[in-house]
């Protein structure tokens, strides 16, 4: 690319793998434990560390635009 230019900012959505971690009772069964992640999802952060799934990354233009025009968009996002 040569010349001027000017930024232009999108999304990026992509998948990552990684493993969480929880304590579960003792005399739980691997179903029992299954269950209770399933009812207790919220509580869990992001894994740590996680693998990029290899191309899974699509562009999301939703929210995109020039940079002035995405900042204007984030300051309208968070109150400002």
Known sequence: MTGKTKKFTFGM???????????????????????????????????????????SA???FEHSGFWERRANFVKQEIGE
């Open 13 to 55: 959505a992509y998948q990552a793998y990684g493993y969480v971690t929880t304590n579960v009772p003792i005399d739980f069964t691997q179903e029992q434990a299954e269950q209770y992640v399933r009812d207790h999802f919220d509580e869990y952060g992001l894994p740590e560390e996680s693998q990029y799934l290899t191309d």
């Open 58 to 60: 699509e562009p999301d």
